[in-house]
């Protein structure tokens, strides 16, 4: 059992309160909890993916605003982000994270006095258009009729339903001010699109890759893995100078993309070669023929360890295409690459080839479970 003393630093702040153990600090699951991890114990992020982190700005009033390109804006509340479009004739929010929240009206304000008469759900999940509600009930709201099937099915007063909805790809038009939109199949989610302004070469391509950073646990939590790897070709036949993408701190540029692709396909090629070099028998034959020789869930538990482990390693220690390993490229590799090679390795095993399957005679050469 760890010491929580070890991973929960006590000091008094400036006010005299000390910063004690919280009462929903548990850490004495043992082998059926989650571990902690100490600071020091990962490399020092890179500096170039702080972004809006330590700014200023962001520091007093919660957010950070930048104009891409010609009334296009890029809002960033250090975790997460969002875009809005000034068109002369009104704003057109895309997505409303409600960690941001009313600080992006105050951010739209900054800028112009426009109101708000466009909404743009990227998709429905409640992380980047949970403050849809805020800009009040007479916005039209647009949005991939997947998006607006889900929150008819699973109501959310802060996520109203969406008034307009297209099925392949649209163009909204707001005084001559014009986002491209297309749904190009289901990727992190279902219904979740680019939106794309072609005069100003922005793009938003939301929970694809996080720019300066490694995708957040799990493949950024997406449901169709082959379909997020197919997004980040697909986010480069676009022609954009800057990307938003949701998280973390950063707007992105084609480079950010090609690195993103670079650090996925990497993970893709480690888990292929380690599904076909760990073998479930060697920890199967640890059960015995005792009390234990039905825990088969124990030993899969160790065979995806093994197989992740030696992903997390491979990838971790190879040398990338500029010299640098993975953790000094991208912030938080070495803290989240563990969890993205785990969701890798389960994705390949349900959406992609197993190269064939058992037959009587045994099974075919590159097969695995």
């Not at 805020?134 to 009729?145: D, S, T, W």
């Not at 950063?250 to 760990?278: C, M, N, P």
Request: glycine share 8%.
């Amino acid at each position: 059992m760890s010491n929580p003393k070890d991973h929960h630093h006590h000091h008094a702040h400036p006010n005299g309160v000390c910063d004690c153990i919280p009462k929903w600090y548990v850490d004495n699951l043992g082998q059926v909890g989650l571990p902690y991890s100490k600071i020091e114990d990962y490399a020092v992020p890179p500096e170039e993916s702080y972004g809006s982190l330590f700014m200023p700005d962001r520091l007093k009033k919660g957010y950070h605003i930048e104009e891409l390109r010609d009334g296009v804006y890029w809002v960033s509340g250090g975790w997460y982000d969002c875009m809005f479009v000034c068109t002369g004739n009104g704003v057109i929010a895309v997505d409303a994270p409600p960690s941001l929240g009313e600080r992006l009206l105050d951010a739209i304000a900054s800028v112009t006095d426009e109101p708000v008469t466009h909404m743009v759900y990227s998709h429905w999940h409640a992380d980047h258009v949970g403050a849809a509600s805020m800009f009040g009930p007479n916005i039209k709201r647009v949005a991939h009729e997947k998006t607006a099937e889900l929150l008819t099915r699973f109501p959310d007063k802060d996520r109203p339903v969406p008034t307009e909805t297209f099925s392949k790809d649209a163009t909204l038009d707001v005084n001559g001010v014009k986002l491209e939109l297309s749904y190009k199949g289901q990727n992190h989610s279902e219904g979740n699109i680019f939106i794309y302004a072609p005069k100003q070469k922005a793009l938003a391509a939301i929970d694809i890759l996080a720019p300066g950073w490694v995708a957040f646990k799990d493949c950024d939590s997406s449901e169709n893995i082959s379909g997020w790897i197919e997004a980040h070709d697909q986010i480069l036949e676009y022609d954009f100078d800057a990307i938003v993408c949701g998280h973390v701190s950063r707007y992105g540029t084609r480079e950010d993309v090609l690195t993103a692709r670079e650090y996925t396909h990497d993970i893709i090629r480690f888990s292929r070669e380690a599904l076909l070099a760990v073998d479930l028998e060697y920890f199967v034959k640890d059960l015995g023929n005792g009390p234990y020789k039905g825990a088969f869930r124990a030993a899969e538990e160790n065979y995806f360890s093994a197989i992740t482990n030696l992903v997390t390693r491979n990838v971790l220690e190879v040398t990338t295409s500029n010299g640098q390993r993975w953790a000094e490229r991208l912030n938080g590799a070495d803290v989240m690459t563990k969890n993205n090679a785990y969701t890798m390795i389960q994705k390949i095993r349900l959406e992609q080839s197993h190269n064939g399957y058992v037959t009587r005679e045994g099974h075919p050469e590159g097969f695995f479970l």
